[in-house]
């Protein structure tokens, strides 16, 4: 069974603090994403990754930041968190190729005070 | 911009009854089009895909209907079920894209015992 790993399921973090979100999947998948999900605007792509050390922009990456060290894992960084992330934060991974199933971790609940 | 527009945002069901969703898409280069349900506290997990040499994809009580012509798709869900009660995400994505998926902004389903 593919296991993607998100370190925690509720944080939350004062205005201002630098935040980490760490996700692991633990079958050598080449491509990550983060998403944040909120009520009625769907998932929206913040950052992903196709290799390590590799990054791109999604639609939303203002205010994050990621890092892919390993192949395993995947962190988003909120440099200095706002109100405006609190946020279901949502990591998944997928190997490349043509059709091929993305597979999610449970989700961080942040919340921002 | 949306690129895969989904409808309804929510729906509420009978037991027994047939949940339909719809989604249209413009980007005629899509060539992957699955289905993700995502139960409360969860991450959204693969429930049935198609492409679009297909017009039909049954798997169970769920079928994807693909429509070329009109760039749409949608799924059905016959005999819906109280524990089928869940958001459901339409997505595509398109070959040598790094399998990078645009959602569909989710419709809520409630089946109603």
């Known amino acids: 069974d593919v296991k993607v790993t998100q370190s925690s399921r509720y944080l939350v973090k004062r205005t201002g603090e630098k935040v980490f979100l760490e996700c692991v999947q633990d079958m050598d998948h080449e491509n990550m994403f983060w998403y944040r999900q909120d009520p009625g605007l769907g998932l929206r792509l913040i950052y992903f990754s196709y290799d390590v050390k590799m990054k791109e922009k999604g639609d939303i990456p203002e205010g994050y930041s990621v890092s892919r060290e390993k192949k395993e894992r995947f962190s988003l960084i909120l440099e200095s968190a706002s109100t405006n992330q609190t946020s279901m934060y949502l990591c998944?991974?997928?190997?490349?190729?043509?059709?091929?199933?993305?597979?999610f971790g449970q989700g961080t609940r942040l919340t921002v005070v | 911009q949306q690129q895969v527009k989904q409808s309804p945002q929510s729906l509420i069901v009978q037991k027994g009854g047939i949940s339909i969703i719809n989604c249209a898409y413009e980007?005629?280069?899509?060539?992957?089009f699955p289905w993700y349900q995502q139960f409360p506290g969860k991450g959204p997990a693969l429930l049935i895909a198609?492409?679009?040499d297909v017009s039909e994809k049954k798997e169970g009580r769920f079928t994807i209907s693909f429509n070329k012509s009109a760039k749409q798709f949608s799924l059905h869900i016959m005999d819906s079920q109280p524990g089928d009660s869940a958001t459901y995400f339409c997505?595509?994505?398109?070959?040598?894209?790094?399998?990078?998926?645009?959602w569909g902004l989710g419709t809520s389903l409630a089946v109603n015992p």
């Open positions: 198609i492409r679009p």
């Open positions: 980007n005629t280069a899509f060539d992957y």
């Open positions: 997505a595509a994505s398109i070959a040598g894209n790094n399998r990078k998926l645009i």
């Open positions: 998944a991974s997928n190997p490349p190729g043509k059709r091929t199933e993305a597979f």
